[in-house]
């Protein structure tokens, strides 16, 4: 059964940071493409960025520049550096898994950014 398992959430004041952190340790990592998504209250789930099995990146308008996923194949873990945090930022995020239209979320980290 694959789990994807998120760490790192939590509150935090405007303009700081936060570094949230997806173990996929059943996964054959490598060649999935991987990411994150959010979803505030009341709103659509949200893509803020993917990286694929090759390396490329892909952002949400509202966080480029902000925030930025990386990928340790070797740890099978995914990473989210949110930098210049807003509190329109606020949500529940949710690491994602996906290759050939089969993916795999996981449960969601709560992260909340204080006006």
């Known amino acids: 059964q694959v789990q994807l398992v998120e760490s790192g959430g939590g509150l935090v004041q405007a303009g700081g940071s936060l570094r949230l952190s997806c173990a996929a340790p059943?996964?054959?990592?490598?060649?999935?493409?991987v990411g994150w998504y959010r979803q505030a209250p009341g709103k659509q789930r949200e893509l803020v960025g993917v990286?694929?099995?090759?390396?490329?990146?892909n952002y949400a308008d509202s966080v480029k520049g902000r925030f930025t996923v990386s990928r340790d194949n070797a740890q099978r873990t995914v990473n989210l550096q949110m930098n210049y945090l807003k509190p329109e930022d606020t949500a529940v995020y949710y690491c994602?898994?996906?290759?050939?239209?089969?993916?795999?979320w996981g449960q969601g980290t709560q992260v909340t950014i204080a006006s």
């Open positions: 059943t996964l054959m990592f490598s060649l999935y493409s």
């Open positions: 994602y898994a996906n290759r050939a239209s089969v993916g795999y």
């Open positions: 990286i694929t099995a090759g390396g490329g990146t």
